[in-house]
């Protein structure tokens, strides 16, 4: 079993900037790719960015693209979130999520592609 904590989260000035951590607690093997979701009060959870580490592809939702970069490793299991630019409406829980299996069936911004979930970390920009 894997075991992900997110770290970073916090209040941060609409315009600022924020960088989030994760990465995998104890021993496990190379995950397919890791991403990040968030969860606004009220919302969905949504799809923010994600990275295959195989060949380095990442993806962005469209709400984030030119302002969210993500970065890591995948043989260590870490994966960040460079979040710049920040708007009130990125206000919510982020997750970082790992992706071990790769099924085709499934796309990157799926949630059920995944396996393991972190916790959650707030991150709350303010106007």
């Known amino acids: 079993q894997v075991q992900l904590v997110e770290s970073g989260g916090k209040l941060v000035q609409a315009g600022g900037s924020l960088r989030l951590s994760c990465a995998a607690s104890?021993?496990?093997?190379?995950?397919?790719?890791m991403g990040w979701f968030r969860q606004a009060p009220g919302q969905e959870r949504e799809f923010v960015a994600a990275?295959?580490?195989?060949?380095?592809?990442?993806y962005y939702a469209d709400s984030v693209k030119g302002r969210f970069t993500i970065s890591g490793d995948g043989a260590k299991n870490t994966v960040y979130l460079q979040m710049n630019s920040l708007k009130p409406e990125d206000t919510a829980v982020y997750y970082c999520?790992?992706?071990?299996?790769?099924?085709?069936?499934?796309?990157?911004?799926?949630?059920?592609?995944?396996?393991?979930w972190g916790q959650g970390t707030q991150v709350t920009v303010s106007s």
């Open positions: 999520a790992a992706r071990f299996r790769r099924r085709a069936e499934y796309q990157m911004q799926n949630p059920i592609a995944y396996d393991y």
């Open positions: 104890g021993r496990t093997f190379s995950s397919y790719a």
């Open positions: 990275k295959s580490w195989s060949g380095g592809s990442t």
